[in-house]
């Protein structure tokens, strides 16, 4: 059954639904001054901050292989519960973090407790919805993510106003409250861990690595993944300083971003409804590929006008969001085998540890280099990524099948 807004039942699941409001709401409440508490808790630079951030993202990538090893045997519903002690312990040390190696392990730490939380979450959403709703549920809890990041972002917001060491401690503290409040809330949702035949023949991520097909959706959802991060690390430089918009308008482009998702993301799904996902996948890059035109539109307009444009293109490219993300997530899950999908959906979610790794320091290379390199070059990234997914349900079978709202059984394409 669905909400109006196409939204599935919560029923005996809210428990688990709240847990990921608890999390992404202290996520979005420390995130946007991330950098900013370190230059105001710490001596360290700005150039040594994001050192010790980039330094943490890499030593946590190889993570992902381990943790989905550990999701297969013990289960998604436990994975997640370690996650969330991890990130409230490292969290909590950022209280007394002062040195570049110390900002840079814990965070690692923190990273590691995120990958076992978001590396277990797909395992979980494929067990409690049924086939032919997936895209529903996972569109479901994207904008629930988007939720509760927004209203960390507004409770960040006013830590920022006041602007004292006590807010800041004070949002550290509240973070890592709302992982545990996320443990507890998990600590009554079932074990959804897959039986093992103790007579069959033992699988590792050999058989994963060997997947070809499987291996092809993760290159293309690596194309999602860039387009994904323009958000968080293109798109405040460029207004606020490639082209010198007011700083407000980062904040209406966010505000923009969090509202369309969160109030869009069912009516999406069900207008996809009915169509396959691998061209679903392949539009989404297209949608990207028109916001990022008219970002550089926006940049050769009178302000008045080039906020109008800015804020347009922001509404265009969450549309990639909306069209992206459930199908992608989607498929990923279905084409996994059951008792392999931690690790699948660890190889997975990989993507994204790479996109968080290399695209800050991507982007603002590129948009030193010309007011409209970086939008060029993501313009044919998009267009690449568009062309190579129409490949895609022709090898993998997952992506052949078509977008649905309900549960039932969903069918292939000739």
């Known amino acids: 059954m669905l909400t109006r807004l196409g939204f599935p039942s919560v029923g005996e699941h809210r428990r688990f639904v709240a847990a990921i409001v608890a999390d992404t709401v202290g996520s979005g409440l420390f995130m946007p001054i991330t950098l900013l508490y370190f230059l105001a808790m710490t001596d360290l630079s700005l150039v040594q901050i994001g050192s010790a951030l980039s330094i943490s993202a890499l030593l946590s990538l190889p993570a992902s292989f381990v943790i989905g090893s550990m999701v297969d045997r013990f289960g998604p519903r436990r994975m997640m519960l370690a996650g969330n002690l991890v990130q409230a312990a490292g969290m909590a040390a950022y209280i007394w973090a002062d040195s570049l190696l110390a900002v840079a392990l814990w965070t690692a730490l923190l990273n590691l407790g995120r990958q076992s939380f978001w590396g277990s979450f797909g395992n979980v959403v494929t067990a409690i919805s049924a086939p032919g709703e997936r895209e529903v549920w996972f569109g479901f809890l994207q904008a629930v993510r988007n939720l509760g990041f927004s209203v960390g972002g507004v409770l960040a917001g006013i830590a920022l106003q006041v602007g004292t060491d006590t807010a800041y401690l004070s949002v550290v503290v509240v973070n890592a409250a709302t992982f545990v409040l996320a443990f507890v809330l998990l600590l009554d949702v079932p074990d959804h861990r897959v039986a093992h035949d103790e007579d069959a023949p033992v699988e590792g991520w050999g058989v994963v690595l060997r ?79 028109a916001g990022y035109l008219l970002f550089v539109v926006a940049g050769f307009l009178p302000v ?60 603002t290379w590129l948009l030193a280099h010309g007011q409209t390199t970086l939008w060029w070059v993501l313009t044919v990234v998009a267009l690449a990524t568009a062309a190579y997914l129409q490949t895609l349900p022709r090898v993998l079978p997952a992506a052949a099948l078509r977008v649905t709202d309900r549960a039932e059984p969903a069918t292939a394409t000739d």
């Open 211 to 289: 997947d070809r097909a499987y291996l092809r959706l993760v290159a293309g959802q690596f194309g999602f993944v860039v387009g994904m991060m323009v958000l968080n690390f293109a798109l405040p430089v460029y207004v606020a300083e490639t082209i010198d918009l007011p700083g407000w308008v980062v904040g209406a482009i966010f505000t923009l971003n969090t509202a369309l998702v969160g109030l869009g993301q069912g009516l999406v799904v069900r207008r996809m409804t009915g169509q396959v996902r691998g061209r679903m996948m392949g539009l989404a890059q297209l949608v990207f590929a």
């Open 304 to 363: 008045g006008v080039a906020v109008v444009v800015m804020l347009a293109g922001a509404a265009i490219y969450t549309g990639g969001e909306l069209v992206g993300g459930p199908v992608f997530s989607a498929t990923a899950a279905e084409a996994a085998p059951d008792h392999l999908r931690g690790r699948y959906l660890g190889l997975f979610q990989l993507s994204w540890g790479i996109g968080a790794a290399v695209t800050p320091l991507g982007f």
